[in-house]
């Protein structure tokens, strides 16, 4: 079956513009993760969705930062006013319902802040 | 703060065995270790879990030590497509807030 998808792979912005990251979690997976990853680094987790509402949003690191997952399947991730330190690899992840499942994730997004 | 140390690099050659060992001095008592691989531009890739003593599938084995302060990560007979980044990571599985915590990884290149 398909996998976790990511869209757009790339995204290039220019400093203090709005971009929306979109993740379409594997069919049925309930919980779905939020990963900030810089070069060289391993993923820093930013938020956990359980079904529709944020379960843990303790790694988003600050308010420009937003994500929704209205229906309980696909999850977007927001940045308002963006900065070049916000320029990473943004992947996502989704699970199955049982929590000792493993993750599955997605390619990533590679956003470069101009 | 990662909860594990793993070596930054290591180098191998085709056809070798390759061990990459973790530490979790703090594991605790209901956490269990999992690693994953990850190549360029890709996401990682669950590998292995265990919580103690060996546990082999078709990819790897992970030995596990009695006092369970480190495992290794074994992949047999190594080929080029193996290098990639390896992340050992501990976390108490049955916890509904289970988040991994990702430390930098042991970057493996293996040589022709």
């Known amino acids: 079956g398909a996998g976790v998808s990511q869209t757009p792979s790339n995204k290039v912005t220019e400093k203090g513009k709005y971009v929306e990251l979109r993740c379409d979690p594997i069919s049925g997976h309930t919980a779905l993760y939020w990963y900030r990853q810089s070069l060289g680094q391993g993923p820093e987790f930013l938020i956990y969705f359980q079904g529709t509402g944020a379960a843990d949003d303790s790694g988003l690191p600050n308010d420009r930062f937003f994500a929704v997952r209205p229906e309980g399947s696909v999850s977007t991730l927001k940045i308002q006013r963006t900065e070049r330190g916000d320029s990473a690899v943004y992947l996502c992840?989704?699970?199955?319902?049982?929590?000792?499942?493993?993750?599955?994730f997605g390619p990533g997004t590679r956003l470069l802040v101009l | 703060l990662a909860k594990t140390t793993q070596p930054i690099s290591m180098d191998s050659y085709e056809g070798q065995e390759v061990n990459i060992t973790c530490s979790h001095n703090?594991?605790?008592?209901?956490?269990?270790i999992t690693w994953y691989q990850q190549f360029p531009s890709q996401g990682p890739r669950f590998i292995i879990q265990?919580?103690?003593?060996?546990v082999t599938n078709e990819v790897a084995s992970l030995f596990i030590p009695a006092d369970r302060k480190s495992s290794t990560l074994s992949l047999p007979r190594v080929s080029l497509s193996d290098t990639a980044v390896y992340y050992c990571?501990?976390?108490?599985?049955?916890?509904?807030?289970?988040?991994?915590?990702w430390g930098a990884g042991t970057k493996l290149i293996i040589k022709p």
């Open positions: 992840a989704s699970r199955a319902r049982v929590v000792w499942e493993t993750q599955y």
């Open positions: 990571l501990v976390g108490d599985k049955a916890d509904s807030n289970y988040q991994l915590i």
């Open positions: 703090n594991i605790a008592t209901n956490d269990y």
């Open positions: 265990g919580y103690k003593t060996k």
